[in-house]
């Protein structure tokens, strides 16, 4: 019921920032449940970041105080701020969407995805 575009993925030197966005369509974003996720080279896909109807978050503890999720509903569109990359953050960076009443952690409990976005943090 929802489709999700992502861009702002990119390289970056360590140390650095980059901005990701999430573009999503239809007229109930705002009941919206959104998500970030990651999925580094030959590992399993992680929670980054969530935020929840009303804009609160919560986050990964290793990303903590350097990401930051954000959402604008008049746009239909969640953000991820990541500042101070690290070579470890290095991922694709997927958004999700789910209709629930509660803010989700677990890749499965998502029901809608974006394409995914490169990042990549060179030393």
């Known amino acids: 019921q929802v489709q999700l575009v992502e861009s702002g993925g990119g390289l970056v030197q360590a140390g650095g920032s980059l901005r990701l966005s999430c573009a999503a369509s239809?007229?109930?974003?705002?009941?919206?449940?959104m998500g970030w996720f990651r999925q580094p080279p030959g590992k399993k896909r992680e929670f980054v970041a969530a935020i929840s109807r009303s804009g609160g978050s919560t986050y990964y503890e290793l990303v903590k105080g350097r990401f930051t999720i954000s959402r604008d509903n008049a746009k239909n569109t969640v953000y991820l701020q990541m500042d101070s990359l690290k070579p470890e953050d290095t991922a694709v960076y997927y958004c999700a969407a789910d209709d629930g009443l509660v803010v989700l952690t677990r890749a499965d409990q998502y029901n809608y995805w974006g394409q995914g976005t490169q990042v990549t943090v060179s030393s």
């Open positions: 239809g007229r109930t974003f705002s009941r919206y449940v």
